[in-house]
């Protein structure tokens, strides 16, 4: 067997980190099962979405910010800078590999590779960065900003090149400046706010990025029909599924339709947009949840009373409301539910803290893993040697999250297993 062709468990890496873990049963195992949206039941074609993420992004930089135009200019190479979970720290211009107790793995300020001795000399022996808290994925106060998930391949890069503009005297700014510079255009280039605080209705004059993605969905969208099945499949073995997003309805609705079909809804129980994760799955929470209601402009209709109604869409509201209406839906005392998504904070360390819950999540440096790919900068995700185990990967492991590559790849976790597995 080439090695190409060898499955994700089969690597070193999975066996050492996640091999003692008995794989779920989603057949079995769960009373219900919900799903993230982005990057989970919508798959983007990352470096298409990712380009066009950069672009929209930069153009801001260079308009509202007065960025010289070269920081538009990218290369595939310099898109290699990005890792998942890699720090943004405004306080040095470095981007940061954290260890499982936030020590510093790696480090490069602009395009240039940290040595040892610069480490410590930025942050102090033995090189360890002490003020973040990895349930925040951004700070501005401390001036950090955390690259979690691929949508924000992007801003890492973005980050690295003005550090290298700061430092090269062309762009008159400090790094804390640049953070704060960057999620600025990141609230531009997805703006769907009027003046007022009340919801833009049409989604294709939000912002920057959404009339893009709304002209060319198939550009930056993938198709799968294994996805419908697999649904379809485990709605079949009576598990109950939902959706929980932080993304708002009308753009969940416009690519579930492009990518599920028109009828996409009916393959959810409920469904909840705007869910504030990870707070939504927080113990303290006592956010309401809301009907969705679409003749109102905030989309916010009245405050749910009792449990989620069957076929219903939901917005904001917490955990609890799922557990209970399960635990009414089904008649039983006590709920099992699974979460599947790819952010590590919001859809796997949030859920898997809470008792009746397994958090199942996306890692596709699994499959790289498995052909031996490293990145140019970072070398391999999960760890390079026995001391540099990514501190994400050290929290799913400590929390017990299950990961697979990929959506589809799911499909080996429901026995009896369909005749579609995919690795």
């Known amino acids: 067997m080439c090695i190409r062709d060898r499955p994700y468990t089969e690597s070193e890496a999975y066996k050492r980190l996640f091999g003692k873990q008995i794989p779920p049963n989603l057949s079995k195992d769960f009373d219900a099962i919900g799903f993230d949206a982005d990057f989970t039941l919508l798959q983007y074609k990352v470096i298409e979405q990712q380009k066009m993420q950069y672009a929209v992004s930069a153009d801001v930089l260079i308009k509202k910010r007065g960025y010289p135009v070269s920081i538009a200019e990218m290369t595939d190479e310099e898109f290699e800078i990005y890792m998942d979970g890699v720090l943004m720290d405004g306080t040095t211009g470095c981007i940061l590999k954290l260890g499982p107790d936030c020590s510093i793995i790696s480090a490069y300020r602009g395009s240039h590779k940290l040595t040892r001795v610069e480490i410590e000399e930025a942050y102090g022996k033995p090189g360890k960065i002490e003020s973040f808290n990895f349930m925040l994925a951004t700070d501005l106060k401390k001036s950090y900003m955390c690259a979690i998930t691929c949508f924000k391949i992007s801003y890492a890069l973005l980050f690295k090149k003005a550090v290298d503009l700061i430092m090269s005297k062309q762009l008159a700014k400090t790094f804390a400046e640049a953070i704060i510079d960057i999620a600025y255009s990141i609230k531009k280039a997805y703006h769907n706010w009027n003046k007022d605080g009340s919801r833009i209705k049409k ?221």
């Open 203 to 423: 989604m294709s004059t939000y912002g920057a990025y959404y009339p893009e993605i709304t002209k060319n969905a198939s550009k930056y969208l993938a198709v799968s029909p294994e996805s419908k099945k697999l649904l379809m499949t485990l709605k079949s073995q009576g598990i109950t599924l939902f959706l929980v997003s932080n993304s708002h309805f009308d753009y969940i609705d416009y690519l579930m339709t492009f990518a599920y079909g028109e009828d996409w809804k009916k393959l959810f129980d409920y469904i909840i947009v705007s869910a504030k994760k990870p707070s939504f799955f927080s113990p303290s929470s006592t956010t309401p949840m809301r009907c969705f209601d679409s003749t109102v402009e905030s989309c916010k209709g009245s405050v749910l009373e009792g449990n989620l109604k069957l076929g219903g869409v939901f917005l904001e509201g917490n955990y609890k409301y799922i557990e209970s209406t399960i635990l009414k839906e089904k008649g039983l005392s006590s709920v099992r539910l699974a979460y599947v998504g790819d952010n590590f904070i919001e859809d796997s360390i949030a859920p898997a803290l809470l008792p009746s819950w397994k958090a199942i999540t996306l890692l596709p440096e699994l499959n790289d893993e498995a052909t031996g790919k490293k990145t140019k900068f970072w070398g391999s995700f999960l760890f390079n040697k026995d001391e540099d185990i990514n501190l994400w990967v050290a929290q799913l492991v400590k929390l017990n999250v299950f990961p697979v590559p990929t959506f589809n790849s799911l499909s080996n976790l429901i026995i009896p297993q369909p005749n579609h597995i995919l690795f």
